[in-house]
């Protein structure tokens, strides 16, 4: 049996597939990997370390960290997959329509992405954080304030390449409508690109949502998502390193198995696709 | 072209790595430090400024005496107070000189006073008894009274004297409060020589001080920041840092093994409490009360946090060395179930909401302990952690609309020690003019006149006996009344190398005297 | 230079549109406005009422918004409320302690990510590139916050090679004001004891910083070496006999600068969220620590400086990168 195409490309791609399942499969249905209540205080047993009963270990109120990082795999990946979809939906669908309308509504648009990019992401996360409240919703919500921009200008560029193809100019000489021809022709020639970058993206969005509630302003406790866990466990690194590491391992090995699997993505769909020009 | 770029970088990682780390010195404290003070102003700052400062950089008339029993002479050798309670006579100690080297006298105290009055900061809650002060010669001090105070001895060790040179020399129409907020001219064994915000603090030592300069004291203390709580450990560990001022009870047992360290677990005088609110449904039911009180794992507690219990409403050797008092409602989930039932709640189903401190590992677990009690009987609890500021608005502005919809049911609370007399305790935390919209710290909203009469006299009272038998009486009034959870009683623990010795303990985890500390051959 | 005259209005109406930004967040801040920026706690009455006129709280939003930009121009941010001091001297504390960590993370990341990227563009496909590329994407993968702990754990605590916590050892005084970057500072005093502790300092946070920037530059380099490398006059440079280490050096290298410095340059912007992290983590006392600690104290005045200054910083770190662009390549028109 041949293996499709996107898979081929030996042991890491396979492994990387491998992990993304199961980490798919924590968020979707976290019962199947541990019989264990994630929320289950039992003072007696806090902070043990790895053992058979407890795998990874408790926290610092007896709950199982090996649950605990099983259904914090919901909370890290739903964020990250929100923040990437707002970003890409809101993007694609602005830089469509606008890098079809004409050079007036373009300049506009490049201006106004140029506002929204100008904003460094962990930074004004915060800021909008603290002055907002703190939790994964507003942190997804202000990153894809200035995520959306880098979608539209993907969009848009792409849009203006295959604006004046000849297939295009025939579809407006026929007298098709606007957004049939944005629909039916432009977007999916254009979408290539956009979700080359999707798939690079969400990476990127696990690891600044993890930073963000590391900091503090993310995801709350007794939330079991990855960051906040191993910002609890920064205080008991010295006796209890397990804490923070185990955590922080989950983050890195489902962010490696996603750039993976996005340069697979990427080579699949575009291999002449450039990944240094600014978007 | 990259080649001698390359080369340079490899260089410097190797002289980086080799270069040794620096020895430690003799006369030098290392200190790590993870809060951060607002200002070393001692009329203007904070109460954690009087704490801190107090105890280091400048002086009062007295302190506080280490087994709590009263005050202990500092900058007055003695005093003396008349019949009717109203006027205090100190004789101050002769050949005191600040800082600046000028010398300290009754003028020097007189303006440091007037000056506290005028500024109405924290150290003003303390002298608000006072009315005026006279002066009658340099080396004595008399302070008249509005009415007799039984907390204004013991309080007066918060107003510290300030060089009348410095106040007159750095007053910028602002009372020198912006050259004090960063530099300091006291009586006491250092000055500050530097302060760098979120770096460090570094004292040096006061060449005029009146105890004097044997060999072996700390001529330099470094406060530094250390903002990871890990790293600050771990350099105490390898001698970068001489002592390390806030240790959780997790990280005890390695540290005890470290042969080159010593680990400090002192019973302090800091109260833990959850305050009820007693205005409110369902916790303005007495039996809603006495049924969360019922509810409190105490040992639970005790084994995660390393503290400890608690008998009585306030911090009890405050009533007497040997007065003990009994829990009234101790750990008992059936008796809780019971009352909750007379109470018309027999399967829980009401909500709570609970505030405490943002960031405190023993507030956490004090919420968590009485969750999972609360939980099992079918009570939910809301979270509600913030900085204090925050949580003083919320729970301060209930009070004006009294609205159930915002009520604050339970609030984490802790309440150290300031001064060594009861009513401290029993006017601030349970008194009607502790009410907080009117800048108390009555957070129960408990209101009680008997309560209040017993109180009053006792604070103003100039027979000790009675004095004692009031506060015993309104103590077992408000013990009764469950108007607050006690959940035990702080146990602060240090770490040190070896080798620093003389610490003394003062109560609280912020008061450390550095000149009584020395470094052992 | 006409491209940096042409770009100026546009500069100042961004500039204008971000402090309008974070001018409208500020106005979701509750409590008394006036209150936060005279202080919180310390403030006096008159304190207070010298902000209200200040901010102008008695006039409406837009004018309130004039004088938040007259303010922000004077460099007048209000007061800390931690400490009461005027924010920009805190700022202006700080942001040396972060330019240098982030200068020294840059230049790590170019001087071994260049390299690695030439190195595994010039042997694409065989081992060295087999252990680069993936090696490139592992690191990419890794989670800062996590791996700085980590660092700490084996560096500081289990080799004990490096320190963990500060700029300085405790006992070693700061070099004599200068630049504010200690390592500069120390050389220029021909310390070098001093230059040796900051140096042991600065590796471990500057490493960790680094890490980020790294794989993409080296990933970005190998990208356009390897695009370069096929081009038609490297064949004839190779066909003349010129040796094939000039080829990739001289010729090769400098055609791919363009592409390769654009990326240092974003990067260099990029790093401003990876900062804030590593202060944290290595108690580096520069802006990042400073708008954590203003995060927790709910430090408003200092945390909306913070996020203005930074995103300044950012726009003008952008806009240069910009503007090398095609003063580099001048095939390219903007």
């Known amino acids: 049996m041949r293996l499709p195409r996107l898979l081929r490309g030996g042991p890491s791609v396979l492994g990387a597939a491998a992990i993304l399942v199961v980490a798919v499969g924590m968020t979707l249905a976290p019962q199947l990997f541990t019989g264990r209540d994630p929320n289950a205080i039992v003072f007696i047993e806090r902070l043990q370390p790895p053992s058979l009963v407890h795998p990874l270990g408790t926290d610092e109120n007896g709950r199982d960290l090996w649950a605990r990082v099983v259904y914090g795999a919901r909370p890290t990946l739903t964020a990250a997959v929100a923040l990437i979809l707002i970003s890409l939906a809101v993007g694609s669908l602005a830089g469509l329509v606008i890098g079809y309308a004409g050079r007036r509504a373009d300049e506009v648009l490049m201006r106004v992405t140029e506002f929204f990019l100008a904003f460094p992401q962990i930074v004004w996360a915060l800021a909008i954080a603290s002055v907002i409240g703190r939790g994964l919703v507003v942190c997804v919500l202000a990153l894809s304030l200035t995520w959306w921009a880098q979608y539209a200008r993907l969009m848009r560029a792409q849009v203006l390449v295959y604006k004046e193809r000849e297939?295009?100019?025939?579809?407006?000489?026929?007298?098709?409508?606007?957004?049939?021809?944005?629909?039916?022709?432009?977007?999916?020639?254009c979408f290539s690109p956009v979700l080359v970058k999707a798939t690079i993206d969400v990476s990127l969005a696990i690891l600044l949502l993890a930073a963000l509630s590391f900091l503090g302003v993310g995801a709350q406790p007794p939330m079991p998502e990855w960051g906040a866990m191993v910002t609890i466990g920064r205080k008991y690194l010295l006796d209890y390193?397990?804490?923070?590491?185990?955590?922080?391992?989950?983050?890195?090995?489902?962010?490696?198995?996603?750039?993976?699997?996005g340069e697979r993505v990427r080579d699949a769909l575009d291999p002449a696709s450039r990944i240094y020009v600014r978007s | 072209m990259a080649l001698p770029v390359v080369a340079t970088l490899l260089v410097a990682f190797a002289l980086a790595l080799a270069s040794p780390s620096p020895a430690q010195q003799e006369n030098v404290l290392n200190v790590g430090k993870y809060t951060q003070l607002g200002s070393y102003d001692p009329h203007a700052g904070a109460l954690d400024t009087l704490w801190w400062t107090g105890n280091n950089f400048y002086e009062s008339l007295l302190d506080l005496n280490e087994d709590l029993s009263g005050p202990r002479p500092v900058l007055a050798t003695s005093w003396t107070a008349s019949k009717d309670g109203k006027t205090y006579t100190f004789k101050l100690r002769e050949g005191v000189k600040f800082s600046d080297g000028t010398p300290f006298d009754s003028a020097a105290v007189k303006l440091s006073v007037e000056r506290?009055?005028?500024?109405?900061?924290?150290?003003?809650?303390?002298?608000?008894?006072?009315?005026?002060?006279?002066?009658p010669s340099p080396s004595t001090v008399v302070c008249h009274l509005e009415q007799p105070s039984n907390t204004f001895l013991p309080g007066l060790r918060f107003l510290l004297v300030v060089s009348p040179k410095a106040l007159k020399e750095h007053d910028k129409d602002d009372q020198a409060q912006g050259w004090l907020r960063e530099h300091t001219a006291g009586t006491g064994a250092y000055v500050l020589e530097k302060w760098e915000p979120n770096i460090i603090h570094v004292g040096k030592k006061n060449p005029h001080y009146w105890r004097g300069w044997p060999a072996n004291k700390f001529t330099t203390i470094n406060l530094r920041h250390i903002y990871e709580p890990e790293t600050q450990r771990l350099m105490v560990e390898k001698g970068e840092l001489d002592w390390s001022e806030n240790v959780t009870k997790d990280a005890l047992p390695a540290l005890k093994r470290n042969p080159n360290l010593t680990v400090y677990e002192k019973l302090g005088t800091s109260l833990m409490v959850t305050y009820l609110n007693t205005n409110v449904a369902p916790t303005k039911d007495l039996r809603v009360r006495q049924a969360l009180h019922h509810?409190?794992?105490?040992?639970?507690?005790?084994?995660?946090?390393?503290?400890?219990?608690?008998?009585?409403?306030?911090?009890?050797?405050?009533?007497?060395?040997?007065?003990?008092?009994?829990?009234?409602?101790?750990?008992?989930?059936?008796?809780?179930?019971?009352?909750?039932?007379?109470?018309?709640?027999?399967?829980?189903?009401?909500?709570?909401?609970?505030?405490?401190q943002k960031g405190d590992v023993d507030k956490r677990a004090m919420f968590e302990v009485l969750q999972a009690e609360l939980n099992k009987l079918n009570i939910k609890v809301e979270f509600f952690d913030d900085t204090w500021p925050a949580l003083?608005?919320?729970?301060?502005?209930?009070?004006?609309?009294?609205?159930?919809?915002?009520?604050?049911?339970?609030?984490?609370?802790?309440?150290?020690?300031?001064?060594?007399?009861?009513?401290?305790?029993?006017?601030?935390?349970?008194?009607?003019?502790?009410?907080?919209?009117?800048g108390g710290r009555n957070f129960t909203y408990y209101s009680n006149p008997e309560y209040d009469k017993l109180v009053n006299e006792a604070m103003t009272t100039t027979d000790r006996d009675r004095d004692l038998k009031?506060?015993?009486?309104?103590?077992?009034?408000?013990?009764?009344?469950?108007?607050?959870?006690?959940?035990?009683?702080?146990?602060?623990?240090?770490?040190?190398?070896?080798?620093?010795?003389?610490?003394?303990?003062?109560?609280?985890?912020?008061?450390?005297?550095?000149?009584?500390?020395?470094?052992?051959? | 230079m006409r491209l940096i005259l042409q770009r100026l209005p546009l500069l100042a109406i961004l500039l204008a549109a971000i402090s309008l930004a974070v001018f409208?967040?500020?106005?979701?801040?509750?409590?008394?406005?006036?209150?936060?920026?005279?202080?919180?706690?310390?403030a006096t009455p008159e304190m207070i009422a010298h902000a209200r006129e200040r901010l102008g709280l008695d006039r409406p939003v837009w004018v309130r918004y004039l004088y938040y930009m007259r303010n922000a121009l004077q460099g007048d941010f209000g007061r800390s409320m931690v400490n009461s001091r005027p924010v920009i001297e805190d700022i202006r504390k700080f942001w040396p302690a972060s330019l240098e960590l982030a200068l020294a993370a840059i230049a790590i990341s170019a001087v071994v990510g260049i390299p690695l990227g030439v190195a595994s563009a010039v042997r694409a496909g065989r081992w060295l590139d087999r252990l680069i590329t993936p090696g490139s994407v592992f690191l990419g993968s890794m989670p800062i916050f996590w791996l700085g702990l980590m660092a700490v754990l084996v560096f500081y605590r289990l080799l004990d090679l490096l320190p963990a916590g500060g700029r300085l050892s405790v006992s070693i005084a700061p070099p004599a004001a200068g630049t504010g970057l200690y390592l500069a500072d120390s050389l220029l005093a021909r310390d070098l004891p001093v230059f040796g502790d900051a140096l042991r300092h600065l590796v471990l946070p500057a490493s960790i910083l680094s890490v980020i920037s790294l794989a993409m530059i080296t990933r970005v380099t190998r990208a356009a070496m390897l695009d370069i490398l096929h081009e038609d006059y490297l064949r004839t440079a190779r066909a003349k006999g010129v040796p094939e280490s000039r080829v990739v050096l001289k010729h090769a290298l400098r055609n791919a600068s363009v592409p390769i410095l654009t990326v240092v340059g974003l990067q260099l912007g990029q790093l401003i969220g990876g900062v804030v992290i590593t202060e944290t983590i290595f108690s580096w006392p520069g802006?990042?620590?400073?708008?954590?600690?203003?995060?927790?104290?709910?430090?408003?005045?200092?945390?909306?400086?913070?996020?203005?200054?930074?995103?300044?910083?950012?726009?003008?770190?952008?806009?240069?990168?910009d503007l090398l662009y095609p003063l580099l390549n001048p095939q390219v028109r903007a």
């Open chain 1, 167 to 189: 297939f295009i100019l025939a579809s407006r000489a026929l007298g098709q409508r606007a957004w049939w021809i944005l629909l039916r022709h432009l977007l999916p020639n």
């Open chain 2, 392 to 438: 003083v608005k919320r729970a301060t502005d209930w009070g004006r609309d009294k609205s159930p919809d915002t009520a604050i049911h339970l609030f984490g609370y802790f309440r150290p020690m300031f001064i060594t007399t009861p009513h401290d305790f029993l006017f601030h935390m349970y008194h009607s003019d502790a009410n907080p919209m009117k």
């Open chain 2, 295 to 356: 509810l409190w794992n105490q040992e639970a507690f005790n084994a995660i946090t390393g503290n400890a219990a608690n008998e009585g409403p306030l911090f009890t050797p405050l009533l007497g060395k040997d007065w003990r008092m009994e829990n009234p409602y101790p750990y008992s989930p059936d008796k809780a179930k019971k009352l909750l039932a007379e109470a018309g709640y027999p399967d829980g189903g009401f909500t709570l909401r609970y505030q405490s």
């Open chain 2, 470 to 521: 009031l506060s015993r009486q309104a103590a077992e009034l408000v013990w009764r009344a469950a108007a607050l959870i006690v959940n035990g009683r702080i146990v602060d623990k240090f770490v040190a190398r070896k080798d620093v010795k003389g610490f003394v303990y003062l109560g609280d985890r912020v008061s450390f005297r550095y000149y009584d500390m020395y470094r052992e051959r």
């Open chain 1, 241 to 261: 390193p397990w804490y923070a590491t185990f955590p922080g391992l989950a983050i890195f090995v489902v962010v490696l198995a996603f750039n993976i699997l």
């Open chain 3, 24 to 42: 409208m967040l500020a106005q979701q801040l509750p409590g008394d406005p006036a209150f936060i920026a005279a202080g919180g706690g310390d």
């Open chain 3, 287 to 321: 802006l990042g620590l400073y708008a954590v600690t203003a995060v927790e104290n709910q430090d408003y005045p200092a945390l909306m400086a913070f996020t203005l200054v930074t995103t300044v910083v950012y726009v003008l770190i952008n806009l240069l990168v």
């Open chain 2, 116 to 135: 506290a009055q005028a500024l109405k900061k924290a150290a003003f809650l303390f002298i608000k008894p006072i009315a005026r002060v006279e002066t």
